[in-house]
Every structure is written in structure tokens, then in C-alpha cells.
């Protein structure tokens, strides 16, 4: 249908979109609302415009492909995400709170939005037993964290949403400060050791990977109460 139209294809990255893909069918099948499945239609034709309109990207990608830093960084980065996620996971359960991963990032991805490339990317959900839900997603890296690190270090930044009012392209939203009492986002910065960098309402502050999850577990745990 868009290609008789005379749009650009509409591709759905198997790996980094397949949750919200999937949730979008469910949402569509069994409450009639398509908004959410259109909306990712439309924001997977805007990455692909984006993607057209810079066309020494390809260029760079294959180059990146030929000569990868030595430390290969995006693997470092996802294993420090895995530890981190794991270390979350834990300290959630003992408030009854449940952490899944959703979509994992994949080398172009974790490449595009570096670069500053807008979109999400679904990294996991927390729920309680009630059904309450708050999303963890990545997304382009935050103004705090750019002017700290370098370009080549920098990191794509992890955001909160929650769930969104009917009838929405979106079915979640972005959570606000005032959402997690002070809460905007976090990144995990690869290095020795690994830092996590929280930004709430008393600023920008570096904590190892334990002390950056079990803060964040006692904000959600606080949170429901």
C-alpha cells in the first residue's frame, strides 16, 4: 500500500521494535484501536527518510564494519547494560516488582542513536502484580551527557514512560520529573570501573552499578507506596 503510494517501505527492525510491533497487534486485535500500530508505521518511515537523506551513513556504517574499535564498544556497552539490568532485576523483586526485557539493541541501532537519531528503542518493563507498568527505553543520548564525554563515547541515554491514554500513536508515554518525584533518565557510561549516571532533581550524580540499582528500586519502591 505505500509503495503504491509512492512512500518509502515501512521496516519494523526485528530485533530493536519486535515488542512494540507485537503489543501493537495485541492492542489493535483486541481493542480495535490502531493508532498505536499506525504510529509505528510512521516512525519507522520516518527513520528511513532520515536514513535516506544522509546517505555518506551507509558509507560510514560498512567502513565501521571493516575497522571496529579494538575494545569493540557497543559490545562492552551491552554487556555493562546486561549487568546492570540483572542487578535491577534483583532488587526489584524483593518489593514484588517484576523486571522483562523487551528489544535489545543492535550495533546500527546503538550507532544511530549516538548520533542523535530520534527514536526509542523498548529495553524493559517493570510491572507489579497489580499490572501497573513503567517502560525503560533508550533513546539519543542527553544534553548532560554529551557535555560530559567525548563524542566518541558518549552513550545513548535510558528513559521512563508510562502508559498512555487510548487512542494514541503512542501507547506510552514520556514520564516527567514530577511522574518520579525528580527522576529524568539515567545512562550507563562503559569504563573501569563501569559508572551509571542518574539525573534527578539534586542534579548529575556517578554511582557504581549497585548503588545506581538499588537506588533506582527504592525511587519505584517509594513510588507505590
Not at 68 to 89: A, I, K, Q, T, V
Not at 127 to 135: F, V, Y
Not at 206 to 221: E, G, K
Request: charged content about 30%; glycine content about 4%.
Amino acid at each position: 500500500m505505500l509503495g503504491q503510494d509512492g512512500l518509502p517501505p515501512a521496516i519494523v527492525k526485528a530485533r530493536s521494535q519486535r515488542s512494540q510491533y507485537i503489543a501493537a497487534l495485541a492492542h489493535s486485535d483486541e481493542g480495535g484501536d490502531i493508532m498505536p500500530l499506525a504510529g509505528l508505521f510512521l516512525e519507522t518511515i520516518e527513520r528511513y527518510v532520515t536514513e535516506l537523506q544522509r546517505p555518506k551513513t551507509f558509507k560510514k556504517m560498512f567502513d565501521q564494519l571493516v575497522a571496529r574499535r579494538g575494545d569493540n564498544y557497543f559490545e562492552w556497552y551491552r554487556n555493562c547494560l546486561r549487568d546492570f539490568m540483572d542487578r535491577l532485576r534483583s532488587e526489584l523483586k524483593l518489593s514484588g516488582l517484576h523486571l522483562t526485557m523487551l528489544d535489545e539493541l543492535s550495533q546500527d541501532v546503538f550507532d544511530q542513536l549516538r548520533e542523535g537519531y530520534q527514536f526509542n528503542v523498548r529495553s524493559a518493563v517493570i510491572a507489579d502484580d497489580l499490572g501497573q507498568e513503567i517502560m525503560l527505553y533508550h533513546r539519543h543520548p542527553s544534553t548532560a551527557s554529551r557535555n560530559r564525554f567525548a563524542k566518541d563515547d558518549i552513550v545513548p541515554t535510558i528513559a521512563f514512560a508510562l502508559p498512555n491514554r487510548r487512542w494514541n500513536l503512542d501507547p506510552y508515554r514520556r514520564a516527567s520529573r514530577f511522574d518520579l518525584e525528580g527522576l529524568s533518565d539515567l545512562w550507563i557510561q562503559p569504563d573501569r570501573p563501569v559508572r551509571v549516571y542518574v539525573d534527578d532533581k539534586t542534579g548529575v550524580s556517578a554511582c557504581t552499578v549497585t548503588d545506581a540499582a538499588s537506588r533506582l528500586a527504592d525511587r519505584l519502591r517509594a513510588l507505590r507506596s
